[in-house]
């Protein structure tokens, strides 16, 4: 099928994205295969590339919270820390959360070392069809006049915390199950503190299961020969609860705050946090999800890894709306009753890059 995209004259997208896909080799393959220009399917409108014209000095820093004082009698300040940050910028930063350096470390090099191995040992896993708990691909279903994005997925998902270890790619497995136990242990006390900012007892989130199961992304951002023209990751909210996003030392994270990019520069030993729809959702929008993205970049490859909380899966058939304990007269539901299985098919049939699904969901 020949249709007209970007720059408005003939391009046979299909037939682009087909025999991407079929190369089983993502972007990494491209790279690989010693490209020097950006194939068409990466380029994206100019609109999509609107950067800020403000110095980077001049830019507002991303709160960073110390989480150690939640180990040293100063948990309220940490809990309306975490209140102010998830209500101004839905984003923070986290020092002293407990996960040791060395295992960072050791799963940046291991997605690293996973991304880096011949084509044909990552082809078997390339798919798309999200009922396989592990699987390596570049951009989930490209769709026409969709410009694919400069990076590639290794994706891991724990339904309710279970892990089969022999899934996990030889290359990673270690390093991937030390992290994801690591992840789960910071999960619990975000929760608890997640539910003391929100106003509830400590153990409300964890009693509704609302992020009982998690999806690791392990992402792969290629040297780009053109960064100008595309992106490493488009513009998105976060479909979860909460993400808990690691970065190595790249950079390129920009969040959308007060209607102006904001670079997210990485520090060593940091993790960050962001809120997802769903958090948005059940707070009744005291908590909010924010648009990010990661721009493409000349130098590389840059890996970070992200943990998705989404609920238990025996959740699935129960709904999910705004907690009434955050209702009053002065603030009513703003979002109506749903289903998580309803939420996941809604993304099924509009596809994962569309914007949020909060609007759909509002009263
Ligand atoms: O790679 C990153 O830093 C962010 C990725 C991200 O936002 C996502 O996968 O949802
Ligand atoms: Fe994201």
Redesign the pocket.
């Known amino acids: 099928m020949v249709l007209s995209c970007n720059g408005g004259d003939a391009y046979d997208w299909a037939k682009a994205v087909k025999e991407f896909d079929e190369a089983k080799s993502g972007v990494k393959g491209l790279v690989d295969a010693g490209v020097t220009e950006l194939p068409r399917l990466f380029v994206h409108p100019a609109e999509h590339l609107l950067n800020n014209p403000t110095d980077p000095a001049l830019q507002p820093e991303l709160p960073t919270i110390d989480f150690a004082g939640l180990r040293q009698g100063r948990r309220r300040e940490v809990v309306e820390a975490v209140r102010r940050a998830s209500e101004e910028w839905g984003f923070f930063r986290i020092v002293n959360h407990g996960v040791p350096r060395q295992t960072m470390d050791a799963m940046l090099d291991a997605v690293r070392r996973f991304h880096e191995q011949p084509a044909e040992v990552k082809a078997p896993l390339y798919s798309d069809d999200s009922r396989r708990r592990v699987r390596f691909n570049s951009n989930s279903a490209i769709r026409e006049n969709d410009a694919a994005s400069w990076r590639d997925i290794l994706t891991c998902v724990f339904n309710d915390d279970e892990i089969d270890r022999e899934l996990i790619p030889e290359a990673c497995r270690e390093e991937v199950l030390e992290y994801v136990g690591r992840m789960i242990e910071l999960r619990e006390t975000m929760a608890e503190v997640m539910s003391e900012a929100l106003g509830l007892p400590s153990n409300y989130l964890s009693e509704i299961e609302c992020m009982k199961s998690e999806a690791m992304?392990c992402?792969y951002y290629p040297v780009c020969p053109e960064p100008q023209k595309t992106l490493?990751?488009p513009k998105?909210s976060?479909t979860t609860f909460l993400?808990l996003?690691m970065?190595d030392t790249i950079g390129?994270?920009q969040i959308l705050h007060g209607g102006q990019w904001v670079n997210v520069p990485p520090v060593p030993g940091a993790l960050i946090a962001n809120i997802g729809d769903l958090m948005q959702i059940i707070s009744n929008d005291k908590f909010i999800s924010v648009e990010?993205r990661?721009v493409a970049q000349p130098v590389g490859p840059r890996i970070?890894v992200?943990c998705f909380f989404t609920p238990s899966m025996s959740a699935a058939a129960k709904p999910f709306g705004p907690i009434k304990e955050l209702l009053s007269d002065e603030k009513p539901a703003i979002y109506r009753k749903f289903m998580f299985r309803d939420y996941c098919q809604y993304y099924k049939i509009k596809g994962q890059d569309v914007s949020s699904a909060l609007p759909h969901y509002k009263i």
């Open positions: 992304a992402l490493g990751t998105h976060d993400t996003l970065q390129g994270l990010h990661v970070s992200a």
